[in-house]
């Protein structure tokens, strides 16, 4: 027993049995019959008229199947227009001579119908009906074409979406990696008291990077709890040079958002503020969450002559990478603003959750 038949129920095997040899063609090809059998012989036998209109429609099937992988194909998907035209009418003409057999000869018994092939009526309400069959199967290739071509470009964008996401959550751990060092390699140099509490929360902060994060989305509560110990982290290393403050306001428990989100904005921000300013800087960061709309802001003074756009410094990518986890993750729900003046910087997220 093969390893796919053991995990599909018998009702999946119909299904794909059903895509894989068309069997779906014949529901459709038995209502069309129905169809013609309802249209064209009123007062009648049902019956007698539904199996006519089966026997009938094999020609069409033969022409539209034949039109369908081959002529569009050949020629209408090439925009050989003329081409493909010529080649329709001398497969509708081609099936002319043996449909009449079987409907007025066979079908009718009746020998003296069989006039009626050679008559201009004929050809007119053949080429009509089997026309008519054609551009309806020819517009439902079209149709199914189209759609499994869309399917599969949303397909093939949605791993690239996910493939460059990983990439970009994979350099952002290290970044902070990076960062963290750096802060605590300055404190060593000190010889500060402060360095085995920072490493105990920077061991705590890498936790939640490399275990917490790793599953796509976590709690908002969860994400601001990790945003305000990097914050006790850098207040740590900056003792009295500035200050940084965040203010929260709404229940944060039971949303989500993709981890490592924040963060960037606020290194950012201590980056070209606080560590650019000897003394008097700070950072004021705020969060709010009413309903599923978040709003983030973090604002910072910086030395008069700086003019830096919002981006990191050389080699830096933690807002860049930000920007483009944006863009691939909230495309239709995120705002982001920015202003800057003389002495500040202010970067504005809002997110729909």
Do not use: C
């Not at 020819?138 to 399917?151: P, W």
């Not at 994400?223 to 305000?228: A, R, S, V």
């Not at 910086?302 to 909230?330: C, F, H, M, V």
């Amino acid at each position: 027993m093969s390893i796919s038949e053991t995990t599909h129920s018998p009702a999946d095997r119909v299904i794909h049995n059903f895509s894989k040899y068309k069997l779906y063609h014949i529901p459709f090809w038995l209502v069309y019959a129905l169809f013609w059998s309802l249209t064209f012989s009123p007062g009648g036998s049902l019956m007698h008229a539904f199996l006519n209109s089966i026997v009938i429609l094999i020609f069409h099937a033969a022409v539209s199947y034949f039109n369908n992988y081959y002529l569009m194909n050949w020629f209408l998907l090439q925009r050989n227009y003329l081409s493909y035209v010529a080649s329709l009418l001398l497969s509708i003409s081609t099936v002319f001579f043996p449909m009449a057999v079987i409907y007025y000869v066979i079908l009718s018994n009746d020998s003296s119908a069989s006039q009626e092939v050679w008559s201009l009526r004929f050809f007119l309400i053949n080429s009509f009906s089997i026309g008519f069959t054609v551009a309806i199967t020819t517009s439902a290739k079209l149709l199914k074409d189209y759609y499994q071509k869309e399917r599969k470009n949303k397909e093939l964008l949605k791993l690239h979406n996910v493939s460059e996401l990983k990439f970009l959550k994979g350099q952002i751990n290290p970044h902070f990696l990076f960062n963290s060092l750096n802060n605590l390699y300055a404190l060593s140099l000190k010889k500060s008291d402060l360095t085995p509490n920072f490493i105990l929360k920077l061991s705590g902060l890498l936790r939640y990077v490399l275990y917490d994060s790793a599953e796509g989305k976590v709690g908002l509560d969860k994400e601001i709890e990790y945003l305000e110990n990097y914050l006790d982290l850098e207040r740590i290393r900056l003792s009295d040079r500035g200050s940084i403050s965040m203010v929260k306001h709404g229940l944060f428990r039971g949303k989500l958002i993709e981890p490592m989100m924040l963060v960037p904005f606020v290194e950012n921000s201590i980056k070209h503020g606080i560590n650019s300013i000897a003394q008097g800087a700070w950072v004021k960061i705020q969060v709010k969450l009413e309903g599923d709309h978040f709003e983030f802001s973090v604002e910072n003074n910086k030395a008069p002559s700086e003019n830096l756009p919002l981006k990191d410094q050389p080699g830096g990518i933690g807002i860049a990478n930000t920007r483009r986890r944006l863009s691939i993750l909230y495309p239709n729900s995120h705002e982001l603003s920015v202003r800057e003046t003389e002495s500040t910087y202010f970067v504005g997220l809002k997110l729909v959750l």
